[in-house]
Every structure is written in structure tokens, then in C-alpha cells.
């Protein structure tokens, strides 16, 4: 006999519905926020994110196209660790080196000559240099409008560049609205900003700002890069962490269908000791022991969900596996004894299986604070993997991190586990990212309103949620008339 046979079946999200509360002028959208904990810092505190959302780390979900653009609306995409170390890590680079804000210049000296500084510029791709002196002070800056190389080649940089008296310079600024300000009192394209013994700071352009303003909700680190998110395994951690922190990784993900592991445990412990700053999320688990451990262990957030995911074959292959509400209630009840115990909100991920708005919201009603999808962003442009038209439509392929398609890359690393446990397939390609994540948000966030809530964290207090039955669910979609292109769905039919 087994240790224990649970009688009650286990739950998807599917299943579930939201009562509304009251509604507000308080709790109209407009007020609702999206913000949440993604991990906790091993020093504490939490890093946030302002849209509940991962994109997961997989081959053709997650490389560091969708990194940028995930990050400029609020997410994090998890970059995939089923490729060689030096790949992950310059994707990683990647994410962290596009613009966000504050730039950390490459400074020359004055007495660089213009012909090498015109040399360096190509090397670069950029062409503002400021001018600094032996102790990093700023004496200028130096443009390509400054100087014509074939004219100038011999010319040392400070015989041309606009001296230090001539430049609008901010003080010690972090905040990037008032250097905005400083920008167009001074009718400039670029701001250095210095510490008070005029050291070079960083430089602040102002198509970046103008890209920021755009964006408001984008996560970023304490010097304004874009978050950068990233996967790591239980076997070659030793070298794929020391790539991802040099490379500038904010967060580590171990990836694991199952992450109640000794393996992870071990992990975790090492990640503590060798780069103790560094938060990482652990998972996947289904079970309140499981949290209990990876928390133990010193996880700062746990992913939860087993065989859920669309391309997943794990429950039929191997017999584990929970629905995803079930898992996340019983993930959630422990996070909420541990809190009871310690005053430590840990975040709850729940991932695999969600497909639209109405799966996130109720997902995060049971008390997840964040979601992971795969499949809804292998859709997207931003996604690695090229359009494919298939019976004239236009569709992108996905596959399963354990599919035959994904263990390519390195066969010697999967001979133990000669079956795979995902599938390979094609979604329906969707478009940009920026046209359908926004979608997503106000859906979620017109949810939130209606059950009288501002903040996820309102809602796991006071949601109710109900289970609802399948002719329920059959009554929530369209049924009785004929949509063009479609079949009569005859809701009375169906029950008798
Ligand atoms: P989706 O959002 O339903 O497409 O599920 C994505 C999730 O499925 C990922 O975040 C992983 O947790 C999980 N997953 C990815 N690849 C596989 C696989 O090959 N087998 C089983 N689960 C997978």
C-alpha cells in the first residue's frame, strides 16, 4: 500500500472561477497594480517585478530578444540553460548591455589622439566619449561632430572636444526624470552625470530617455540596466554560474521538472557560499514539503507545477505530476505557514499549462505572486525561432525543453534518461509582444478591479474563488447562436 492515496482529484485552473467583491473608485483599474515579489535577495528584501509574468526558459521561448522586450514591459524572460555556457552567458550580456537609462561610459584620455579615438569608435558602435583626467575627473566630451579624422588624426582629444565649462553636467543624479529635465533646460542630446569630486559617473543620452519614458513599468537593477533572469542545471553549475554573474545575471532559475532534489539542495547550497548575493529560484515543486525544502535550502521564491505544460508528456510518461490549482493551493498553504512562522513572504511561480488571462488571474487568486508561460510567448516575434506558413497559416514551432528537438545540443548530458518527456509542435504566431502582453495586463488588472482589490497582494486576502462545474464552463463560452465560421453549440443539448 502506498504511504498515502489523496482521494480528492487534483484541480486545474480551468476549473475555477472568481466571485466578484465590491468595486470601488478606489479599485477601479486605473488604481490596480500589477507590481509583485519575483525572489527574494539573500541579503532581503525582494526584487520586484510590475508585470506578474516570466517567459519560460526554453529553447524556443526564451533567448535575449524576448529578455529586452519582457524586461521593458515589466516581466522577466528566464534565459534557457539547455545550450553551451558561453552562449547563455552572452545572451545574458546582451540583456544587460542594451540602454535602460544611465550608461557606464568608456572614458578616454586627453591626450588620445582623435585618429584612435575615431578607431575606437568603430570597434564600439558609439561615438560620445568623455574626456577624463588620471583621477577619472571630467574635463570634456567628444562627439563625431567634434573632429573630421582625416583631419584631425594626429590632434590630441582635448584640443577638440567641448571642454568641461561648456557642458550641462547633473551632480549625483540616480533619478532619470530629473535628468531628463537637466537635458532640455540645457538643450542637449547627452548629460554626464559626476560624483562631487566631478569623477565620472555615467552618461545619460536622451533617445534613451525618451525610450525609458516610453516604458514605464521596465524592470531594472540599481545602475538602470534591464533585469536579466537566467536558467542553471544541477550538473555543470559550477562553471554556468561564475559565466552568468561575470556576464551581470540578476537572478538565477535552477530548471527542473522536479526540483524536490537532493541535487537542488546541493545547488543551492554552493550558489550560497560561492556567490551569496546572487538570488535564486528554485522549483519545481508540487507539494508543501517541497517548498518546505528548496525554502530550507535557501531558495528565495519556488516555482510550482508538474506536467502541465503544453508540450509536456511527464504525467503519461512517468505517472508524476498534479494539476497546477491543486499544486499552487498546497505550495501556497505552505509559503502562508511559513510566513505565519517567520514574517518572510516567499514568492509563489506557478507554471505550466497557463494559456490565456483567465488561467493568470485565477492563478494568482490562489496565491501565486507570478506566472511562467511558455507557449503564450513561443507565439511572438520576440520569440528565437522563425514563421513557418503550414495549410496557409503562419506559425512558429515550440518544443518541450525535454524533447528529442531541445537535447540536441548536448546528447552525452541525456543518456541516462533515454525517453524524453516533451513533444514538438507549432503555435499560432501572434505577433509583437508589445501588442499582446499589454492585452494580457488589463485583463488581469479588470479582474482585479471586480473583485475589489488594487494589489495581488489584496487579492490573495480576499479573493473567493469557486469551483465550478463542466456544464458551468460549457454555459461561460459562447453557445446558442451561429457565429459566422462556426457551429451551433447548443448549451440544452449538451445537458440532456
Ligand atoms: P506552457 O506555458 O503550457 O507551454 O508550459 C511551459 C512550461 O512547461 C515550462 O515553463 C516548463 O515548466 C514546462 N516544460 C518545458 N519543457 C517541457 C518538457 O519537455 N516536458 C515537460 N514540461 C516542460
Excluded at 545575471?249 to 551569496?276: K, M, Y
Excluded at 499544486?327 to 505565519?340: I, L, Y
Excluded at 507554471?351 to 508561460?373: E, F, H, P, W, Y
Aim: one cysteine or more; proline letters at 4%.
Amino acid at each position: 500500500m502506498a504511504r498515502r492515496v489523496h482521494m480528492e482529484p487534483s484541480r486545474t485552473l480551468t476549473e475555477f472561477r472568481l466571485l466578484p467583491g465590491l468595486t470601488t473608485r478606489e479599485t477601479s483599474i486605473e488604481h490596480v497594480t500589477l507590481a509583485t515579489p519575483l525572489v527574494l535577495r539573500p541579503e532581503g528584501g525582494a526584487i520586484p517585478l510590475t508585470t506578474p509574468v516570466l517567459a519560460a526558459a526554453m529553447q524556443s521561448v526564451s533567448g535575449s530578444r524576448m529578455g529586452i522586450e519582457l524586461a521593458r514591459l515589466g516581466g522577466a524572460a528566464v534565459i534557457y540553460c539547455s545550450q553551451p555556457i558561453p552562449d547563455e552567458a552572452a545572451m545574458v550580456a546582451k540583456i544587460k548591455a542594451h540602454k535602460a537609462g544611465f550608461v557606464e561610459p568608456r572614458a578616454i584620455g586627453p591626450n588620445d589622439l582623435l585618429r584612435d579615438v575615431d578607431a575606437l569608435r568603430r570597434t564600439a558602435g558609439y561615438s560620445t566619449f568623455p574626456v577624463v583626467d588620471s583621477k577619472g575627473r571630467l574635463l570634456g566630451l567628444i562627439t563625431r561632430r567634434d573632429y573630421d579624422a582625416r583631419i584631425h588624426g594626429d590632434v590630441p582629444a582635448k584640443e577638440r572636444m567641448v571642454p568641461r565649462a561648456q557642458l550641462n553636467v547633473g551632480v549625483e543624479i540616480t533619478d532619470l526624470e530629473a535628468a531628463n529635465g537637466l537635458l532640455i533646460e540645457g538643450h542637449r542630446s547627452v548629460l554626464p552625470i559626476v560624483d562631487r569630486e566631478d569623477r565620472l559617473l555615467s552618461l545619460v543620452f536622451r533617445k534613451d530617455i525618451e525610450d525609458h519614458l516610453d516604458n514605464p513599468d521596465q524592470v531594472v537593477d540599481e545602475k538602470k540596466r534591464l533585469l536579466a533572469v537566467a536558467a542553471i542545471n544541477t550538473h555543470d553549475y559550477h562553471e554556468r554560474v561564475a559565466a552568468l554573474v561575470e556576464a551581470g545575471v540578476d537572478v538565477l532559475v535552477i530548471d527542473s521538472s522536479d526540483g524536490h532534489t537532493a541535487f537542488q539542495h546541493e545547488t543551492l547550497e554552493w550558489i550560497r557560499r560561492r556567490a551569496p548575493h546572487l538570488p535564486v529560484i528554485g522549483g519545481n515543486v508540487i507539494t508543501g514539503e517541497g517548498f518546505d525544502y528548496l525554502v530550507a535550502s535557501g531558495a528565495g521564491a519556488v516555482k510550482v507545477g508538474m506536467g502541465g505544460g503544453s508540450i509536456c508528456i511527464t504525467q503519461e510518461q512517468k505517472g508524476t505530476g498534479r494539476g497546477l490549482a491543486t499544486a499552487v493551493m498546497k505550495v501556497v498553504e505552505a509559503r502562508d505557514r511559513h510566513r505565519a512562522k517567520t514574517g518572510i513572504h516567499v514568492p509563489v511561480i506557478a507554471d505550466g499549462g497557463i494559456v490565456n488571462s483567465k488561467d493568470v488571474v485565477i492563478a494568482l487568486a490562489l496565491g501565486a505572486d507570478a506566472v511562467m508561460m511558455g507557449r503564450f510567448f513561443a507565439r511572438l516575434e520576440e520569440s528565437p525561432t522563425e514563421t513557418v506558413r503550414i495549410n496557409d497559416r503562419v506559425m512558429k514551432p515550440y518544443w518541450g525543453e525535454g524533447s528529442a528537438r531541445a537535447r540536441e545540443w548536448s546528447p552525452a548530458r541525456y543518456r541516462q534518461a533515454a525517453f524524453v518527456e516533451g513533444v514538438e509542435g507549432f503555435v499560432e504566431y501572434a505577433g509583437k509582444l508589445r501588442d499582446n502582453l499589454p492585452l494580457l495586463v488589463s485583463k488581469v488588472k479588470a479582474a482585479l478591479s471586480s473583485c475589489g482589490c488594487r494589489t495581488i497582494a489584496e487579492l490573495h486576502a480576499n479573493a473567493e474563488l469557486e469551483l465550478v462545474s463542466a456544464l458551468a464552463i460549457r454555459e461561460g463560452k459562447v453557445h446558442d447562436i451561429l457565429q459566422l465560421g462556426g457551429e451551433v453549440d447548443s448549451l440544452s443539448s449538451w445537458s440532456s
